[in-house]
């Protein structure tokens, strides 16, 4: 591996920045996904998004990333207002995620895709960061096999390899660790922290207490569409009410 | 010839080499066919037609097959091609002109169809451009001053002597260019892009691919091939009318494309010399002809997607397999 | 004021006609979210049938003819070519695109199949009952054509009524709006879709007698039926019944009055432009339920 950190792009990002939500609500029909959700995400760490199933995680990354624009509120980007910006732009402006159910491009090999999501963003990617990218998610045995050949882990890795190529300034995760075999969930983890520690920041949704205990540095915990708990993990993870939400109790909203 | 980048794999390089060599013999065979004068001036003729439609069903391959646009008006593009070539020189243009004149009307209609119909998808895109074909079909047949109505547009030849042996020449040479220009867009970023966006349109926008603006362009070139084939074929049979515009001439450029491999640079002219060739065999009998491709283009559908491009160089690469795994056992 | 009435009527007949000639494309639609393009070969191909059969074996057991004809045809079509629609993503095609090109085949196959046996010529085909023609002030229909109108009436009629009043036709209906739940529900997936795929070819060929006495018979008319369904389809909103109706109507009328009062060499110009905007405006049909993502 190159001396260079390995978030380091042609582009890298420098300085602290801001991802902020400020008052994001939506609703589906009566339902309510988000109920006022403000939140800032400072760069430089891993936020982990915790909460039950139906807490809104996946909905709060679908409006930063504009996969969902008919939310009420703002988001902003280092002060920048994102909220009519379309998916592509938002990728462009460094905002850029992973899905739950993985989503590669099947009948692209493993450094064509890495190729290609680099090269969507900015300049074209070069050779030389495509192959470092590769060796970063340890799939360097199998770059010209095609994606849907991969099993899905090996998916996984290459989707979070595809967001690395794109040098974002936040990277969301959603759940990243679902079937991933010990091994590759340490190459995850160090990945993230390699990351998190090049300046940008990772935006975490999962489950996996132990993990999130372990590397990040901050925990919002959501339930029913709201910020429940935000703060360092020990002070988070040990909140009664938080204890109770992974207990399975319901929690009235105050 | 044409080094690929490095990030392309292996398979997608030599697949696509073997496809393009596929082409160039194609192509080479048909002008030596011709300059050879198999089959006499009918042969020529023969010839001329067979790379009329490899050229037409290029433009069309490309934005059905490559780009996934399911298109059903690419006999409109020629018609509306056709005629505006035919106004131009009669109007006295220099024929360069008039062919450029032609292929940009083409284009234009491709890029306000894409434009229009940018929102719709598979069934209504298709059902748009076949209800716009016809549109524009009724609009020529009636406006009987302007265009001739049925009889026709008499035009001239496309230059002075001009034979079916030149045309061919016209068609091979600007198929041989398109060969090399899509080899080259195919194994860099465009290729990769547009392999994207039919694998996931969804996912290929949020990971930052201008989608719209890709397949409009993929539209827009579609149809100058196609309608540049319709500009200069006017000039061969000097005559431009609403039949080239008709449901059956889209049936068979589609006939052309599905048998030939629509996702294949070689597979238009490929399906061309087969179905051509069967038009000519079965010359007698021209429902037979159409009831056997409708027929072929379903066994295709079945068994050989790739079509028959697709099945030459899959036998191809099993022989070369076969050739590399006795080398190594040596 | 009289004029425009006669306008109307006209208009509001040749509607009927549509709305019957659309409603096996709709439902195979709505339910299949199948759009045949080989519809108006099938209208075509029961037309013939019954030319042929009713020469042999009287007019009124050559509608069943049309009828089994079509969906053989359809049955067999689905049994082949549709059974297999999970094709290698990257070189075969996709779903979509399997089926225009298959269906688009099938016409073809169709067309060219007919054009074999019968030629290119146009038959006229005698009506089952001669009625007398209705001639008033406003309105004039031939004895054929008003035979055609009433059979079409009591086809689309009956339909409505299977559809609404029977557990099967409510079954179908159920299926139109969330054919995932079916599979849930044990129904084989696979088999309902022939069934229904078959039935709806059987019924175009049905429209396809009805319709004989008045259009008359000949290869080439499956492109126009299937043009003017699909105009009708679109209007009505995509596989909603009672859309199809009332845009049948709409068609015929918006048709007459532009054949009449802007240019008649135009008429059938007005339906696809009408086609082409709705389209364009509202993807999901003029008179179509929004479609809601599960």
Redesign the interface.
């Known amino acids: 591996m190159s001396e260079m950190s390995p978030a380091t792009g042609p582009d890298a990002p420098r300085g602290p920045m801001t991802l902020e939500c400020r008052n994001v609500s939506l609703r589906f029909g009566g339902v309510t996904a988000l109920a006022d959700v403000s939140l800032s995400i400072l760069s430089g760490g891993i936020t982990a998004i915790m909460g039950p199933n139906g807490a809104g995680k996946t909905t709060l990354l679908n409006c930063m990333?504009g996969?969902m624009s008919r939310y009420e509120g703002s988001i902003r980007l280092d002060d920048v207002v994102i909220d009519g910006m379309?998916?592509?732009r938002r990728?462009?402006a460094g905002l850029v995620?992973t899905f739950q159910m993985t989503?590669?491009?099947?009948?692209?090999?493993i450094?064509?895709n890495?190729?290609?999501?680099g090269?969507?963003?900015r300049q074209?990617l070069t050779?030389d960061r495509?192959s470092e990218v590769i060796e970063l998610i340890r799939l360097q045995h199998m770059r010209?096999r095609?994606a849907?050949e991969l099993s899905g882990g090996q998916r996984r890795l290459l989707e979070i390899g595809?967001c690395i190529a794109?040098a974002p300034r936040f990277l969301m995760m959603d759940e990243p660790f679902a079937g991933l075999n010990p091994m590759m969930v340490s190459t995850v983890c160090e990945l993230m922290a390699d990351f998190a520690r090049s300046g940008a920041g990772v935006v975490l949704v999962s489950h996996e207490i132990p993990l999130v205990r372990r590397h990040a540095d901050r925990v919002v915990v959501m339930a029913q569409g709201a910020v429940l708990a935000d703060g360092v993990p020990e002070q988070v993870l040990s909140d009664p009410r938080v204890a109770e939400i992974y207990l399975g109790g319901s929690v009235a909203r105050h | 010839m044409l080094a690929a980048?490095?990030?392309?794999?292996?398979?997608?390089h030599l697949a696509l080499r073997a496809d393009f060599y596929l082409g160039i013999a194609t192509v080479v065979a048909a002008v030596v066919c011709s300059l050879a004068g198999v089959g006499g001036a009918y042969g020529i003729s023969l010839v001329a037609a067979g790379l009329f439609y490899a050229t037409a069903t290029m433009g069309w391959c490309l934005q059905s097959g490559y780009g996934g646009m399911f298109s059903l008006a690419p006999a409109a593009i020629i018609m509306i091609a056709a005629y505006v070539s035919a106004f131009a020189s009669n109007a006295g243009w220099p024929m360069g002109m008039a062919v450029l004149g032609g292929t940009l009307s083409g284009a234009l209609a491709g890029f306000i169809v894409a434009l229009a119909t940018s929102r719709l998808k598979g069934h209504y895109f298709a059902l748009a451009t076949l209800v716009a074909a016809e549109i524009v079909r009724l609009a020529v047949t009636n406006e009987y001053d302007v265009t001739g109505g049925e009889a026709g547009l008499r035009t001239g030849p496309l230059f002075e002597g001009a034979s079916g042996v030149h045309i061919s020449l016209v068609f091979a040479g600007v198929l041989i260019l398109l060969l090399v220009a899509l080899l080259a867009a195919l194994r860099g970023?465009p290729g990769?892009?547009m392999?994207?966006i039919?694998?996931?349109e969804g996912?290929?926008?949020?990971?930052?691919?201008?989608?719209p603006l890709v397949k409009t362009l993929i539209v827009v070139v579609g149809s100058s091939i196609t309608a540049f084939a319709g500009a200069v074929y006017v000039h061969y049979i000097q005559l431009a009318t609403p039949q080239m515009g008709s449901l059956f001439q889209t049936t068979f450029i589609m006939s052309i494309g599905i048998i030939g491999g629509v996702r294949s640079m070689s597979g238009a002219i490929v399906g061309a010399a087969l179905i051509v060739g069967l038009q000519e065999v079965l010359r007698d009998y021209p429902f037979t002809h159409m009831g056997l491709t409708a027929l072929a283009i379903l066994l295709v559908c079945q068994f050989a997607p790739a079509g028959f491009a697709g099945l030459l160089l899959g036998r191809a690469r099993r022989i070369q397999q076969r050739f590399t795994v006795s080398e190594h056992a040596k | 004021m009289q004029h425009y009435i006669e306008i109307l009527l006209n208009g509001l007949v040749s509607g009927g006609y549509y709305a019957a000639m659309a409603a096996a494309l709709s439902l195979v639609f709505g339910i299949n979210k199948v759009v045949n393009f080989a519809h108006g070969e099938f209208i075509m191909v029961g037309g013939f049938a019954y030319f042929t059969a009713a020469t042999f074996i009287g007019p009124f057991p050559a509608y069943i003819a049309a009828f089994v004809c079509a969906l053989v045809i359809g049955y067999v079509f689905h049994l082949f070519v549709f059974r297999r629609r999970s094709l290698d993503?990257?070189q075969g095609f996709s779903p979509g695109e399997y089926q225009i090109i298959t269906t688009f085949a099938l016409g073809m196959l169709l067309l060219n199949g007919a054009l074999m046996v019968y030629g290119p010529d146009i038959h006229s085909v005698a009506p089952a009952i001669d009625l007398p023609r209705v001639r008033s002030s406003v309105l004039f229909i031939s004895g054929p054509r008003l035979f055609g109108l009433i059979q079409c009436f009591l086809y689309l009629a009956l339909l409505y009524l299977f559809l609404t009043r029977t557990s099967l036709g409510r079954l179908l209906r159920a299926a139109s709006q969330n054919p995932a739940a079916m599979s849930t529900l044990g129904v084989d997936a696979d088999r309902f879709d022939r069934n229904v795929f078959a039935a709806c070819c059987g019924l175009a060929g049905l429209t396809g007698a009805f319709i004989a006495p008045v259009f008359a018979v000949y290869p080439e008319a499956g492109a126009a039926f299937a043009l003017k369904s699909f105009v009708v389809v679109v209007l009505g909103g995509f596989g909603s019944f009672t859309g199809t109706i009332v845009g049948g109507l709409l068609f015929g009328v918006i048709e007459s009055f532009g054949g009449a009062l802007i240019s008649s060499a135009y008429k059938d110009v007005f339906g696809f432009v009408l086609l082409l905007v709705v389209l364009l405006v509202s993807p999901n049909g003029l008179l179509g339920e929004r479609v809601r993502g599960v």
């Open positions: 990333t996969m379309a998916p592509r990728t462009q995620r989503r590669v491009f099947a009948s692209l090999s450094e064509e890495i190729f290609l999501a090269s969507a963003v074209v050779q495509c010209h095609s849907s595809m794109q | 980048p490095k990030w392309i794999s292996r398979r997608r970023m990769i892009a392999q994207a039919r694998d996931d996912i290929a926008a949020i990971r930052g691919l201008n989608v | 993503a990257s």
